[in-house]
């Protein structure tokens, strides 16, 4: 998988994140990290896409069917096939399209790594080294692909999948042997990481989360497009791109992320494959992103 996005995006950025690679601590007491928020007493909205629905639930008056209906006319016409799954706990709504489908992970599955490795220095209660701090810092922030490497090698398929037991992502499938970017992932089960990073939970700790957190929060600029499009200006953006293409159905184009303080505590991820090119998946992942954004920031002021 390339490191960084060709052509005008290629360009490598070097970020300078400050790892504080402090205990990891015990685990916080539980919360419910997955599932899907009420639907605030029959608050729904259902939009048409091709032959499948866009489907959301709300606690707000109003802001399901809009958000269905506003996520329909940006996936409408799109040449590629997109996945989408969202939550946002202020406004008590979820949203889903297509959630449930199976994509080639790409990049994104190094969120999932970073998890596993955190629960297994969590289990041995100890930091994590020098060197796996400085691996993961460069997996995530620069998507660098030898580091991931190293720690899915040093995780291993055991460690992977008791992190992905632990953290309920049942549909998640790690790739065989090497082939961390062949893992098959869901947004359900993208959206179920992102929640599972900002909130308590039994899986991981405080200070666990907060390091999760704050090294997608710095990844390289050339690669913090997708999910943060037309965020709000006072919302911090962590973010986690995916990007891969294959002989068979084109490119693979995704992007998660979490979005926290300013009052907001929401998490979406929206998934495609079928792309002719890179740029054209991600104007499908942002067109939906800056919709959603705005009808989000509509309902809470």
């Not at 091709?50 to 606690?59: D, K, N």
């Not at 020098?130 to 995530?140: H, N, P, S, V, Y």
């Not at 992905?164 to 893992?183: F, I, N």
């Amino acid at each position: 998988m390339p490191r960084s996005r060709p052509t005008r995006r290629a360009r490598a950025a070097a970020v300078a994140v400050g790892v504080l690679l402090t205990a990891l601590g015990a685990a916080a007491p539980a919360l419910a990290v997955t599932g899907t928020y009420p639907s605030g007493g029959g608050r729904h909205g259902s939009a048409a896409v091709g032959g499948e629905r866009v489907v959301c639930t709300s606690g707000t008056p109003g802001l399901a069917p809009t958000l269905s209906r506003d996520i329909a006319d940006a996936f409408q016409g799109r040449k590629d096939t997109p996945a989408l799954a969202l939550y946002d706990a202020s406004t008590q709504t979820s949203c889903r399209f297509r959630a449930d489908a199976a994509y080639d992970s790409a990049s994104v599955v190094k969120v999932t790594v970073l998890g596993a490795l955190l629960r297994q220095a969590q289990e041995a209660h100890r930091p994590l080294t020098d060197r796996e701090g400085q691996l993961a810092t460069a997996m995530i922030t620069r998507s660098d692909n030898a580091a991931t490497s190293k720690l899915w090698r040093q995780v291993g398929p055991d460690g992977i999948r008791h992190f992905l037991t632990l953290a309920g992502m049942t549909h998640t499938v790690p790739g065989d042997g090497p082939s961390w970017g062949l893992t098959q992932i869901t947004a359900d089960d993208q959206l179920t990481l992102m929640r599972l990073l900002t909130h308590d939970n039994e899986v991981l700790g405080p200070g666990a989360r907060s390091y999760a957190l704050r090294l997608m929060g710095h990844v390289a600029p050339d690669q913090r497009w997708g999910a943060p499009a037309g965020h709000p200006a006072d919302a911090t953006a962590q973010v986690k791109n995916g990007w891969l293409p294959r002989t068979t159905d084109g490119w693979r184009v995704h992007s998660v992320a979490a979005f926290t303080g300013g009052g907001h505590d929401y998490g979406l991820a929206v998934l495609s494959r079928g792309n002719r090119t890179m740029d054209y998946g991600i104007a499908t992942i942002e067109a939906a992103s800056r919709v959603i954004h705005r009808d989000l920031g509509a309902a809470t002021t």
